[in-house]
């Protein structure tokens, strides 16, 4: 069977994704993610140039993956919280690899994919202030569509990123039901936000 370059870059990237998640960048094994993959180490260092790059790439394509998925409606701002909260309960590994990265990889300074991010972020907040506030000079509605973006993808995020918490403060018979309560609680919060903002006119 002739090798596949393609295939294997894949199998790399599935089994380093959930490697990350699970260990963070310090604790990641390359010769795990090898395994996994069905891959030898080498193919990991030509393809990808070492853990701290794979890491990076991993991260950059999830974010890429629910900024593409996920258009904030400035209109339906708590249909499209609905929307996130079921990506991330979809994905979860998002939220663990940004709480890696803010552990293991936050010094202080910029790395090579934080313009793009920055971008894409810039691009959402822009979308919601726009739209909802065109009557507030654009530095205050900028402004307030960050602070109010911000606050609800924490909301969100906190579901996913402690969930030992949530299950011993969560008083329901299942994790499901808990979750789905979950879910309900951020979207009327959200709505709240929403209604109390200087980004509504």
């Known amino acids: 069977m002739a090798y596949d370059a393609e295939d294997t870059k894949r199998r790399i990237f599935v089994a380093a994704t959930a490697e990350f998640a699970e260990h963070g960048l310090a604790g990641a094994r390359v010769d795990r993610i090898a395994a996994a993959a069905k891959a030898n180490k080498q193919a990991i260092y030509l ?9 990076a790439a991993v991260l950059r394509a999830k974010l890429e993956e629910i900024h593409t998925a996920i258009t904030i409606d400035p209109d339906a ?8 909260f079921d990506w991330h309960q979809q ?7 940004l709480l890696w990265e803010a552990l ?9 994919s934080e313009p793009e991010r920055r971008a894409a972020y810039r691009e959402k907040v822009c979308g919601l202030a726009d739209s909802v506030a065109p009557h507030l000079p654009e530095q205050e509605r900028v402004r307030a569509a960050q602070d109010l973006l911000f606050t609800i993808l924490g909301l969100i995020a906190w579901n996913f990123a402690v969930p030992g918490m949530c299950r011993m403060m969560l008083d329901e018979e299942s994790d499901r039901a808990a979750m789905a309560r979950r879910r309900e609680a951020v979207i009327a919060a959200a709505r709240r936000l929403t209604a109390a903002s200087p980004v509504t006119p």
């Open 104 to 112: 293991e990889t936050c010094d202080g300074g910029i790395d090579a």
């Open 47 to 55: 393809y990808y140039g070492g853990k701290e790059k794979l890491f």
């Open 77 to 84: 701002v708590a249909d499209s919280v609905g929307q996130i």
């Open 91 to 97: 994905h979860p590994e998002l939220i663990r690899l």
